[in-house]
């Protein structure tokens, strides 16, 4: 049985360093063909995709975000955890991880997330 | 601004079909597949088509999902008031080198 789980403050205050990390069981983080991905969904508004780790350790961010985003993983925790600096009211939302599945063959690139954590709700406010 | 765009609401009656649109395009639905979420209200969202027409194990095939060009769409025939949710689309987006979303869509069954 596949999941995830978010963990992290509730609230933090402008300027201030963001971390949350995702647990996750049922898979390893090693995986062929597997990652984690991180994204979030303001109140009332759209998903935003921040940030992902492949099992080959390659990490990608969002052009937007990239000089306040990092993503690391701990395989042995089956942790991925996720660190935004300068955190802004802006960036209140609720923070999913989910499980990607991607892979090419000779037609296409295969990319989606097939299981995702329950979400946590995080306020930057002073 | 969503990358992706899909109406903002749609709705239908019970046993109706209703379709909900996704434009793109040609660095992200023109050249990749596209994905659809359904977020029930207060829940995560979760995978409800992949690699443009495929259904995960337990979603019934009342959903289909189809693409042509730089545009898909995501089809509910049947409708049901447990389909009363958002809709998402996703695509990977090679100027992103990421993947992009839609603005989501609000399906009410009246």
């Known amino acids: 049985q596949v999941t995830l789980k978010e963990s992290g403050p509730a609230l933090v205050k402008p300027t201030e360093t963001l971390t949350l990390t995702c647990t996750v069981s049922g898979f390893s983080l090693s995986d062929i063909r597997m990652g984690v991905t991180w994204i979030r969904q303001p109140p009332g508004k759209a998903l935003e995709w921040l940030a992902h780790t492949f099992s080959t350790d390659e990490k990608s961010y969002s052009p937007s975000l990239k000089n306040r985003l990092s993503v690391s993983k701990d395989a042995s925790k089956s942790q991925v955890v996720l660190t935004m600096t300068n955190v802004d009211p802006v960036d209140t939302a609720t923070y999913y991880c989910?499980?990607?599945?991607?892979?090419?063959?000779?037609?296409?690139?295969?990319?989606?997330?097939?299981?995702w954590g329950q979400g946590t709700l995080v306020a930057v406010s002073s | 601004q969503s990358v992706l765009t899909q109406p903002p609401s749609a709705s239908g009656t019970p046993g109706q079909r209703v379709t909900i649109s996704c434009s793109g395009s040609s660095s992200n639905i023109g050249s990749y597949l596209l994905n659809w979420y359904q977020q029930l209200p207060g829940a995560a969202p979760k995978l409800l088509i992949y690699s443009n027409i495929q259904r995960p194990a337990g979603v019934p095939d009342r959903f289909s999902g189809s693409k042509s060009g730089t545009s898909g769409s995501l089809a509910i025939s049947g409708l049901q008031s447990e389909d009363e949710a958002d809709y998402f689309c996703?695509?990977?987006?090679?100027?992103?080198?990421?993947?992009?979303f839609g603005g989501g869509t609000k399906l009410t069954v009246l």
């Open positions: 996703a695509a990977w987006d090679d100027s992103l080198n990421g993947p992009v």
């Open positions: 989910a499980r990607i599945i991607h892979f090419s063959d000779s037609s296409a690139y295969y990319h989606y997330y097939d299981y």
